[in-house]
């Protein structure tokens, strides 16, 4: 057992890969937490999509990759605001031209690469084998900016999940914190891409929060948790991936999952089963209604 | 526009001349569609005014241009005589209830503390000071002891109290409610009324939606009748007339049993 946990440590790639993936689990857990209870996973998939085309087009260029994913999720955030200033358009109908299209445009240009195959792997599935020195510092300092301004608008970005109408009574600019929201959720995106790949990056946005909230009513227990859930996920799920031989990011996303849905059936006041097998030892005989001996 | 916050002293500014809430031809309208047409009224300090009128009529609509909420198309709200353009912390919207998340991880006191979140350091926790603020709200409309209650538990009386706690913390001299008899117990109804009248007693103006004519006859100074358009506006004894009900909610038939009293009051 001992060996099972010490051996994946003594290779220097995997040490870095097990600081990214905690890292990628508390940025993710944290604004993850804003994105459930506001109800943006669809916002959240979609971004982590058009994102895609920047990433690509950084990389063609030979420029930063982060850089090319920021500047393409600022665009797609404006666009999305922007079309669905129409009447006619929903914003989920916004948010699905510009996911698909941009997706598109990605595939089109990395298509063209000659070593497509591979480098469309990568990108989608993620490479968290591959993480240099400067790939941890990078993801460190963004995770760092992300977190920090969420600490910094916690009250805001709480009242506006909350109740908008009484967030814009109070002064609040709803336009700018949405358009900051957005950013904050791409620099999330951004630094997972890495580790668990554009597809995947979802699961860690929502998996944890949606599991967290099963566990509790408070909300600052409920950051805490969902940050908790997404880091042992990934550390989890890395030793499965080096043992098993599988795909890390899909090994993370399936031991978040897997976690998720214990608590969904066994969690100690909402669980499925759990509410169930209670109703049973309580009020196994109801027409008795005597409460002073135990079933 | 730069205002005081409240607890400091505030200058005052002409309210000897002005009234302190002067709607003045305000229309709003949502594309093609109308909800609020010229509609002028004016409300004092100390003042219980209920705006009156069947759904879609525009009470919220109302509500909210004074809160900021909402842009208005056409005219003009001024506070103390002048323009309001945005937001103002003297005038505090309470919204209906249903607008809000219930199941919202938050306790009732995270709720009240929503009040102060503009007013605060960013940087620092919520002091000792301010929870003791939010428990004496609550204290006062009876909630207390549900503090660390998650708010989803509560029922519908019980929520209208916290966001009235919650809008006591705030402090404003203008009170906009929405809807806040709507689907409360009776004893939630007799505290409200209680609490409006504390707030006009100490100088404030409070201005609130309802479609339930008693309620609004037994508890206000002056009642707005609205139907997109202003039908009436004064004393409920001079507004509640016959012709002006049926102008806004629409012929007999559609009368609520309240209102048919008052008109057979109005006839005797």
């Known amino acids: ?295 | 526009m730069e205002r005081p916050t409240p607890g400091e002293a505030r200058p005052i500014q002409k309210t000897n001349t002005e009234p302190r809430l002067a709607i003045d031809r305000l229309g709003v309208h949502f594309g093609n569609r109308s909800a609020l047409e010229d509609v002028s009224a004016a409300f004092g300090g100390s003042e219980t005014i209920s705006l009156l009128g069947p759904n879609g009529a525009g009470k919220s609509t109302l509500l909210k241009v004074i809160a900021g909420v909402l842009p208005a198309t056409h005219g003009m709200v001024r506070f103390n005589g002048q323009p309001l353009t945005g937001h103002t912390s003297a005038i505090v919207y309470v919204p209906q209830r249903s607008s809000v998340d219930w199941t919202f991880p938050v306790s009732v006191i995270d709720v009240v503390l929503m009040a102060l979140s503009r007013r605060r350091s960013r940087f620092l926790p919520f002091g000792g000071d301010d929870r003791e603020r939010a428990l004496r709200a609550l204290d006062q409309v009876g909630m207390r002891q549900f503090a660390p209650v998650q708010i989803g538990q509560l029922s519908g009386g019980q929520q209208q109290r916290v966001f009235l706690a919650r809008a006591l913390v705030q402090d404003g001299d203008v009170y906009l409610l929405d809807e806040p008899f709507t689907g409360v117990d009776v004893p939630t109804q007799d505290l409200v009324v209680t609490i409006f009248d504390d707030l006009r007693r100490s100088g404030r103006t409070i201005v609130y939606a309802t479609h339930d004519l008693a309620q609004a006859m037994k508890s206000s100074d002056q009642i707005v009748l609205l139907n997109r358009r202003l039908i009436a506006n004064g004393p409920p004894d001079q507004t509640m007339t016959a012709d002006n009900l049926r102008a806004t909610f629409g012929g007999m038939a559609v009368l609520p049993v309240d209102a048919a009293h008052a008109v057979v009051r109005e006839n005797r």
């Open chain 1, 1 to 295: 057992m001992i060996d099972w946990l010490v051996d994946p440590l003594q290779y220097t790639f995997m040490q870095h890969a097990f600081i990214a993936i905690v890292l990628v689990g508390v940025i993710c857990g944290v604004t993850g937490t804003f994105v459930t209870l506001r109800g943006l996973a669809f916002m959240g998939d979609a971004l982590s999509h058009a994102i895609f085309p920047g990433v690509v087009i950084a990389f063609v260029l030979g420029g930063n990759f982060l850089v090319g994913a920021m500047i393409a999720a600022i665009v797609v955030s404006l666009g999305i605001g922007l079309i669905s200033q129409s009447n006619r358009l929903t914003n989920d109908t916004a948010i699905g031209v510009l996911f698909a299209g941009g997706f598109a445009l990605g595939i089109a240009l990395i298509s063209a690469q000659r070593t497509y195959v591979r480098d469309l792997s990568t990108f989608l599935l993620g490479s968290i084998l591959g993480v240099s020195r400067s790939d941890l510092m990078l993801t460190g300092a963004f995770g760092a900016v992300v977190l920090g301004t969420i600490a910094i608008f916690r009250r805001e970005l709480t009242i506006i999940a909350f109740d908008r109408t009484f967030a814009q009574a109070t002064g609040i600019n709803l336009w700018a914190f949405d358009q900051l929201f957005l950013i904050v959720l791409s620099l999330a995106i951004v630094v997972s891409l890495q580790t668990v790949g554009n597809i995947l990056v979802l699961a860690m946005l929502v998996t944890p929060a949606a599991t967290a909230r099963l566990l509790t009513d408070r909300f600052k227990v409920m950051v805490a948790l969902s940050a908790s859930i997404g880091a042992v996920s990934g550390v989890v799920g890395l030793y499965l991936s080096y043992h098993l031989s599988i795909a890390s990011g899909a090994s993370v996303v399936l031991v978040a999952t897997g976690i998720f849905a214990i608590v969904f059936l066994f969690a100690p006041r909402t669980g499925v089963v759990t509410v169930a097998i209670s109703r049973r030892l309580h009020y196994a005989h109801p027409e008795r209604d005597d409460f002073s001996t135990e079933p």
